[in-house]
T-cell receptor, first 114, second 114 residues
Framework: NAGVTQTPKFQVLKTGQSMTLQCAQD?????MSWYRQDPGMGLRLIHY???????DQGEVPNGYNVSRSTTEDFPLRLLSAAPSQTSVYFC?????????????FGDGTRLSIL | AQKITQTQPGMFVQEKEAVTLDCTYD???????LFWYKQPSSGEMIFLIY??????QNATEGRYSLNFQKARKSANLVISASQLGDSAMYFC???????????FGAGTRLFVKA
């Protein structure tokens, strides 16, 4: 059982380039989310989805787009990368919005914007 | 607005001793959930323990217990009999009443000394 799979694990971009971070889960979870982790700031919620076709903004959505066409996949798009988006990105999922179950996290994508 | 505060950026504990990591939260929701996660140097997020706002007893999971004081809005993590492998970053997190957003504190880095 793979759980939550993020690709790529590492990426270096130039300012202004676009990029899609992939996230897939095989647990049939309805709820998925994206976080960024910066030193000293913990994890901050970027976007989340409560099911296929439904997405909403988190704490820091600016500069990021998401879509949820299937239950399994929740890609995060950077349309025009900026150095401020250098961070470690985590995708997470849990069974549904109301579950008391914890989120399952992917291993993260380390992204550097030059 | 919801907020999680972890006031201890770093802590040291002697191996085999107990340690308490502090977490306070702010929310206007009556129903919410509190989580603790561990992040070792390898970077993955590991779920430790969960406490629901309506749970009357403090949660326990092996060597981990959550000291939940609802009136004081605190949810401290207690690790008993610390081990060298407990050295890691620890995050407190809160899920809102609707289940849509989980926010994280800035984290506490724990160092266990032999």
């Amino acid at each position: 059982n793979a759980g939550v799979t993020q690709t790529p694990k590492f990426q270096v971009l130039k300012t202004g380039q676009s990029m899609t971070l992939q996230c897939a889960q095989d647990m049939n979870h309805e709820y998925m989310s994206w976080y960024r982790q910066d030193p000293g700031m913990g994890l901050r919620l970027i976007h989340y989805s409560v099911g296929a076709g439904i997405t909403d903004q988190g704490e820091v959505p600016n500069g990021y787009n998401v879509s949820r066409s299937t239950t399994e996949d929740f890609p995060l798009r950077l349309l025009s990368a900026a150095p401020s988006q250098t961070s470690v990105y985590f995708c997470a999922s849990r069974p549904d919005s109301y579950s008391n179950q914890p989120q399952h996290f992917g291993d993260g994508t380390r992204l550097s914007i030059l | 607005a919801q907020k999680i505060t972890q006031t201890q950026p770093g802590m040291f504990v002697q191996e085999k001793e107990a340690v308490t990591l502090d977490c306070t939260y702010d929310t206007s929701d009556q129903s919410y959930g509190l989580f603790w996660y561990k992040q070792p140097s390898s970077g993955e997020m590991i779920f430790l323990i969960y406490q629901g706002s309506y749970d009357e007893q403090n949660a326990t999971e092996g060597r981990y217990s959550l000291n939940f004081q609802k009136a004081r809005k605190s949810a401290n993590l207690v690790i008993s009999a610390s081990q060298l492998g407990d050295s890691a970053m620890y995050f407190c997190a809160m899920r809102d009443g609707g289940g849509f957003k989980t926010i994280f504190g800035a984290g506490t880095r724990l160092f266990v000394k032999a």
